[in-house]
């Protein structure tokens, strides 16, 4: 910017490599030594079946076209949904 020139530009830069890097840690940080992901995913996995679990025959049919349409993952509940 010159001394006679009355832009009001500004210019910002931010390093989103860095920022992602320092987000990840603090989220780390936070969740603590104690959090196990393979635990917490087994959990959300009993979850989703239990969830999807006894369903009568109007319900599963939903549930597959929900499936196919790539709205639901596959799999999910499968073993249990009944």
Avoid: K
């Avoid at 992901?37 to 076209?65: C, F, I, K, M, T």
């Amino acid at each position: 910017m010159s001394a006679g020139d009355n832009s009001t530009e500004l210019e910002f830069n931010i390093d989103l490599g860095a920022e992602e890097m320092r987000r990840r840690a603090e989220i780390t940080r936070a969740l603590g030594d104690d959090w196990d992901p393979a635990e917490q995913l087994r959990g959300e996995r009993e979850a989703h079946a239990l969830l999807y679990s006894g369903l009568d025959d109007w319900q599963r049919g939903v549930y597959e076209q929900l499936v196919r349409a790539g709205v639901l993952p596959e799999g999910i509940g499968g073993e249990h949904a009944d």
